[in-house]
């Protein structure tokens, strides 16, 4: 059963900071691995997709990386701004057809002016 | 980005009432959609897949007689809380899932129900 660990739960840093979010899972079969983020009540934004053939993405400040054979993805956020600040979900598509994602429990970010 | 809406965004009824709750993907199909639901301070928990045409698949524990879900055009899904009860109250999110070879889901804004 693919399990998703997303450590640590929460993050407090000063703005400007580049940081680095972890997401783990245990079983390297998957389909494709998407990053999320979450606002307080809202629903969710996709931010970067990575297939399973891919080792990376990147958006803007965002650039999420991928190592199947290590279980590991790896988001990373250059000068952080108080606007990043929200909770950020790392999700497993796994392979089989189901196309059901495995969701971490997430880290909620917060940036401080 | 795809674009997937949910209405309403949020909604109060008495116990013992049902309640109906729309996921539609605006400029995309979607033979597949997913419903969530979110405790505060919790990730997602998955319910069900809901496939265009044909019965939805429930998730271990999830009633199907209680969380009743149509999806009966290939941009329309509905989830229908019946019954409804003060612990049914939660945060409702529909996702979308694009039939092409990156297998994205989309998400919707999430329904906020509250159940008196």
């Known amino acids: 059963k693919q399990e998703v660990t997303q450590i640590p739960a929460a993050l407090s840093v000063p703005e400007g900071e580049n940081l680095v979010l972890n997401c783990s899972f245990t079983?390297?079969?998957?389909?494709?691995l998407q990053w999320f983020r979450q606002d307080p009540g809202k629903g969710l934004t996709s931010l970067l997709l990575?297939?399973?053939?891919?080792r990376e993405q990147t958006s803007g400040r965002l650039n999420a990386s991928l190592d199947k054979s290590s279980g590991r993805s790896t988001l990373y956020i250059a000068a952080s701004q108080p606007g990043d600040s929200a909770t950020y979900l790392c999700?497993?598509?796994?392979?089989?057809?189901?196309?059901?994602?495995?969701f971490g429990k997430g880290m909620k970010l917060t940036v401080n002016p | 980005g795809a674009v997937v809406s949910q209405h309403p965004s949020w909604v109060i009824c008495k116990s013992g009432t049902s309640v109906k709750i729309e996921c539609r993907s605006l400029?995309?199909?979607?033979?597949?959609m997913f419903w969530y639901r979110q405790f505060p301070k919790q990730s997602l928990m998955l319910m069900a897949t809901?496939?265009?045409?044909?019965?939805?698949?429930?998730e271990q524990g999830v009633e199907k007689d209680k969380f009743l879900i149509n999806h009966a055009s290939l941009t329309l899904s509905t989830l229908t809380v019946t019954s409804a009860h003060p612990e049914d109250s939660s945060f409702y999110i529909c996702?979308?899932?694009?039939?092409?070879?990156?297998?994205?889901?989309?998400f919707g804004p999430g329904t906020r129900l509250t159940v008196t």
């Open positions: 996702s979308a899932l694009r039939q092409d070879l990156t297998g994205e889901q989309y």
């Open positions: 079983d390297s079969a998957i389909y494709n």
């Open positions: 990575i297939q399973s053939s891919q």
């Open positions: 999700a497993v598509g796994p392979r089989g057809g189901s196309e059901k994602l495995v």
């Open positions: 400029d995309f199909q979607a033979t597949t």
């Open positions: 809901s496939n265009e045409g044909s019965k939805a698949t429930y």
